[in-house]
């Protein structure tokens, strides 16, 4: 059983700053590459960003320069900091792996709970 737990989220003040966490556990052969995502209400859940297992990110337009991703292989986790944040970054965030598990064949998609983040104006 493989699970994603996340942590991190919260109430902030425009401009201020977040940082998400997401640690993969269980029967963990690799990870491929990690991600979050994040669904306001209303709206469509959408990519945020995403790293590589070997570290090439890419990001959503809206949050180039004000979001970093990273992940650390030997804890088997993925960050998102958060900076400068603005109302319109209020949704649920998810964190997403691509992880061969010990126990089934091929690569598996897997979602964490989510974490709620909340920005005010």
């Known amino acids: 059983q493989v699970q994603l737990v996340e942590s991190g989220g919260g109430l902030v003040q425009a401009g201020g700053s977040l940082r998400l966490s997401c640690a993969a556990s269980g029967s963990i052969f690799s990870i491929n590459a990690m991600g979050w995502y994040r669904q306001a209400p209303g709206k469509q859940r959408e990519l945020v960003a995403r790293?590589?297992?070997?570290?090439?990110?890419n990001y959503a337009d809206s949050v180039k320069g004000r979001f970093t991703i990273s992940r650390d292989n030997a804890k088997n986790t993925v960050y998102l900091q958060m900076n400068s944040l603005k109302p319109e970054d209020t949704a649920v965030y998810y964190c997403?792996?691509?992880?061969?598990?010990?126990?089934?064949?091929?690569?598996?998609?897997?979602w964490g709970q989510g974490t709620q983040v909340t920005v005010s104006s």
């Open positions: 997403n792996a691509y992880i061969r598990s010990s126990n089934v064949a091929g690569l598996s998609n897997y």
């Open positions: 790293i590589t297992s070997g570290g090439s990110t």
